[in-house]
């Protein structure tokens, strides 16, 4: 997969060349209040689908965050669908501030990649978890253990957005996608993951170490 270096998502252009050339459009008519609401918007679009560069830890059996955002949940649960065992579950809520940019966890294969259309409840709701819209990510790292990313829309958020398929191999930290607006990543580990982040912190995606493979 080739790694998006622009500073600003190429999915936020559409939006931030209609704002700016709307702004410009104003300006030059000469309309100073929709020019500063223009100048405002443009720099929010921008703000929002900011790519800014990670420094990625270079350690072995480490897990990083795939999202930028509030630890919402860290405990084992059952995973059914796709993992179907026990499992160190993390969740991650992104809120309309945090960088909206995932990055995979782990190094590793992608072995299944499954959408789910859905509903658009809060993201920071446990309820969003099964019931949202949503994109999940089998990742098989090289111990033949298995990981699952899932991206999950919110209540505002009504596109996600994936770059990765079946058979590709993600580099631990390396960007697969991302999501529009508030929204939430799960992430269901191995249970003999020994986790390092709690609820209520704000990690960043991948440079923040959620957890160590032992």
């Known amino acids: 997969m080739n790694e998006?270096?622009?500073?600003?998502?190429?999915?936020?252009?559409?939006?931030?060349?209609?704002?700016?050339?709307?702004t410009v459009g104003v300006a030059a008519i000469g309309w100073?209040?929709?020019t500063v609401l223009g100048i405002l918007l443009t720099l929010?679009?921008?703000?929002?689908?900011?790519?800014?560069?990670?420094?990625?830890p270079d350690l072995h059996n480490?897990?990083?965050?795939?999202?930028?955002?509030?630890v919402i949940h860290v405990g084992e649960d059952r995973e059914d669908r796709f993992l179907k065992e026990r499992a160190l579950k993390i969740s991650i809520f992104m809120s309309v501030l945090d960088v909206h940019i995932n990055r995979s966890p782990v190094t590793g294969k992608v072995l299944e990649r499954s959408y789910h259309p859905g509903r658009f409840l809060v993201a920071s709701a446990e309820k969003a978890s099964l019931d949202n819209e949503q994109n999940a990510l089998v990742l098989e790292?090289?111990?033949?253990?298995?990981?699952?990313v899932i991206q999950i829309a919110g209540f505002i958020a009504?596109?996600?957005?994936?770059?990765?398929?079946a058979g590709d191999r993600l580099k631990m930290g390396e960007t697969f996608g991302l999501i529009r607006f508030?929204?939430?990543v799960d992430l269901y580990l191995p249970a003999s993951v020994k986790p390092t982040v709690r609820?209520?912190?704000?990690?960043?995606?991948?440079?923040?170490?959620v957890g160590y493979r032992v």
């Not at 790292?141 to 699952?148: G, P, T």
């Open 32 to 34: 100073t209040v929709l």
């Open 182 to 184: 508030g929204s939430r």
């Open 141 to 148: 790292m090289e111990d033949h253990s298995k990981i699952l």
């Open 199 to 209: 609820v209520g912190q704000h990690i960043k995606g991948g440079e923040s170490i």
């Open 4 to 22: 998006n270096r622009w500073p600003v998502a190429k999915e936020g252009f559409p939006f931030l060349i209609p704002s700016l050339i709307l």
């Open 158 to 165: 009504r596109r996600i957005v994936c770059y990765a398929n």
């Open 44 to 56: 929010f679009i921008a703000f929002f689908f900011r790519n800014p560069k990670r420094e990625i």
């Open 62 to 70: 480490i897990i990083l965050s795939p999202a930028d955002g509030k």
